[in-house]
């Protein structure tokens, strides 16, 4: 069993591999979107959505509480871990309508899943060249194999190169990058749901503050 496993393993056919998929990809997402790809591994393993959302709804009840006594402009106190919570109170605090609160959010959660979506389309073309190039380097070593039909000895090199190319092509598509590419949508669309509750609970309370009976009150109060 060791044995076989060890013939799995060739060093040069497997970096002409990765070489080959990673300029693939390159090509059809750009540098800064494979950097990006690549960053993407931290908060694969890292990233807990049920977690930062339970931090978020503690965090707004303590926005909400802050509103109803300083109004608005004092949100901004309350201060999280999270960034993207930290500047949704930041904004919701320096906005004089909740209109220009509302456009941010929808500014910023688009491109944040346009962000999100380019990261998910890049390893899923290096899912779909993997096993392009696993084909190829399989006719490539059919072709080794057939100009080598009156040598014996070149047969089993040939043969070795069509049969690890198509299992390394396999492996990368189907082990490692369709799998890291739906943990992310996944990851993504948790993230992007709970920071749209948050969203729409502020932006609620900016309307509720906004509300000219309710300016008078806290003014009063002051």
């Known amino acids: 069993m060791i044995a076989i496993i060890g013939h799995l393993f060739d060093p040069w056919t497997l970096a002409a591999m990765l070489g080959g998929i990673a300029l693939v990809a390159l090509f059809q997402n750009g540098g800064g979107e494979m950097a990006r790809a690549v960053a993407a591994l931290h908060p694969l393993m890292t ?9 978020a709804r503690a965090a707004m009840l303590k926005i909400d509480q802050v509103a109803q006594l300083r109004g608005l402009s004092c949100t ?7 960034i993207f919570l930290t500047e949704a109170a930041r ?17 910023t959660l688009a491109d944040r899943g346009q962000r999100h979506g380019a990261v ?13 190039l696993g084909m190829a380097g399989t006719i ?8 080598a039909m009156d040598d014996p000895a070149a047969l089993g ?16 598509a189907n082990i490692i990058a369709a799998p890291i590419a739906a943990r992310l949508s996944d990851l993504s ?7 749209r509750e948050v969203a729409d609970r ?3 309370i900016a309307r509720r503050e906004n509300a000219p009976l309710r300016r008078a009150a806290i003014r009063e109060v002051a």
Request: hydrophobic share 55%; proline share 4%; aromatic share 8%.
């Open 189 to 195: 669309e948790r993230e992007l749901a709970w920071q």
């Open 76 to 82: 901004d106190r309350v201060k999280t871990d999270n």
């Open 91 to 107: 904004k919701l605090a320096n906005s004089e309508r909740a209109d220009m609160f509302e456009l941010w959010v929808a500014q």
């Open 157 to 172: 090199p040939a043969m070795a190169l069509a049969l690890l190319t198509t299992f390394y092509g396999v492996v990368i």
């Open 140 to 147: 490539i070593g059919l072709i080794g194999m057939f100009a």
């Open 120 to 132: 998910h389309k890049a390893w899923l073309s290096i899912a779909d060249a993997a096993p392009a």
């Open 47 to 55: 990233a807990d959505p049920a977690r930062d959302r339970d931090a």
């Open 202 to 204: 502020m932006l609620a």
